[in-house]
C-alpha cells in the first residue's frame, strides 16, 4: 500500500481527515475517487471546501492542486456546488 504522505497536495491535516473516514493509502483515494472522498469528508468535516476537492483529484492527477486543468476545475466546482442544496 503507498503511503498518503508520498501524494502531492496531501498534508498532516488533510490525512488526519482522510484517516477519519477511513482512506489510509492512495490506492483507498484513487480508488474511491475525488468527488466520493469529499463527500465523505464533508458529512464529517463540514469545513472542508471547494480546495480540498481539488487538492483531492490534484493528489490523484499527481499535479499541484493549482495547476488543475480548467475543465476539471469546473466539473468539480460543480459538483462540489450540488452538495450545497
Known sequence: M???DNMLNIGKEMKRKLFSIGVRSSEDLIRLG???VFFQLKEQH???CLVHLYALQGAIDNVD???LPDEVKLDLKQYSDSLKK
Open 2 to 4: 503507498e503511503s498518503l
Open 34 to 36: 475525488s468527488k466520493e
Open 46 to 48: 463540514p469545513n472542508v
Open 65 to 67: 492542486y493549482d495547476k
